[in-house]
Antibody, heavy 118, light 112 residues
Framework: QVTLKESGPGILQPSQTLSLTCSFS??????????VSWIRQPSGKGLEWLAT???????GYNPSLKNRLTISKDTSNNQAFLKITSVDTADTAIYYCAHGPWGVMDAWGQGASVTVSS | DVVLTQTPPTLSATIGQSVSISCRSS???????????LNWLLQRPGQSPQLLIYSVSNLESGVPNRFSGSGSETDFTLKISGVEAEDLGVYYCMQATHAPYTFGAGTKLELK
């Protein structure tokens, strides 16, 4: 059974760097064809894809966040990470990680709430 | 970026009624590999999204077969044949043919 769980700081101040961790079980990020994606959802709004990392370390980023995103993985410890630099209030959202082959998100975590506030 | 336009934004239905949701893309979603990466997800109130259908018409494992997807190129439809109470929530279409992945704005299914 595939499960994912996101963790993060909860609250941070503008201009800081947001670091998120996705801890998962039931699959390995070293298995051919497997990827982990990050998606966010501001309260009461829709979904926005942020980044994806796959088994062979290929990565994709949403250019709308310009160069603020870095995705990485720790295969040995079954974790994936996302960093967002220079956060502001517009980055306040629930952040999800999801499993699946490229282009498909077939299992999602419960989400981590992040608030950016001074 | 590819814009996905979902209609209607809100759908009121009675239990047992069949309903359809449309998703129209600003560009063809047919990939050069021959696949069409258009997926449908449901987000129930207070929950994470879940995958219902991938690549236009493939039912995700464990999803009831009252859900079906169809379409091609730029026009896609999700049909629910006999709405049940557990189907209430917001439905999103999502494309992964063109970077960046994008989602529709959602269609809220509520009880009439």
């Amino acid at each position: 059974q595939v499960t994912l769980k996101e963790s993060g700081p909860g609250i941070l101040q503008p201009s800081q760097t947001l670091s998120l961790t996705c801890s998962f079980s039931g699959f390995s990020l070293s298995t051919s064809g497997i990827c982990v994606s990050w998606i966010r959802q501001p309260s009461g709004k829709g979904l926005e894809w942020l980044a994806t990392i796959c088994w062979e370390d290929s990565k994709g980023y949403n250019p709308s966040l310009k160069n603020r995103l870095t995705i990485s993985k720790d295969t040995s410890n079954n974790q994936a990470f996302l960093k967002i630099t220079s956060v502001d209030t517009a980055d306040t959202a629930i952040y999800y990680c999801a499993h699946g082959p490229w282009g498909v998100m077939d299992a999602w975590g419960q989400g981590a709430s992040v608030t950016v506030s001074s | 970026d590819v814009v996905l336009t979902q209609t209607p934004p809100t759908l009121s239905a009675t239990i047992g009624q069949s309903v359809s949701i449309s998703c129209r893309s600003s560009q063809s979603l047919l990939d050069s590999d021959g696949d069409t990466y258009l997926n449908w997800l449901l987000q129930r109130p207070g929950q994470s999204p879940q995958l219902l259908i991938y690549s236009v018409s493939n039912l995700e494992s464990g999803v009831p077969n009252r859900f079906s997807g169809s379409g091609s190129e730029t026009d896609f439809t999700l049909k629910i044949s006999g709405v049940e109470a557990e189907d209430l929530g917001v439905y999103y279409c999502m494309q992964a043919t063109h970077a960046p992945y994008t989602f529709g704005a959602g269609t809220k299914l509520e009880l009439k």
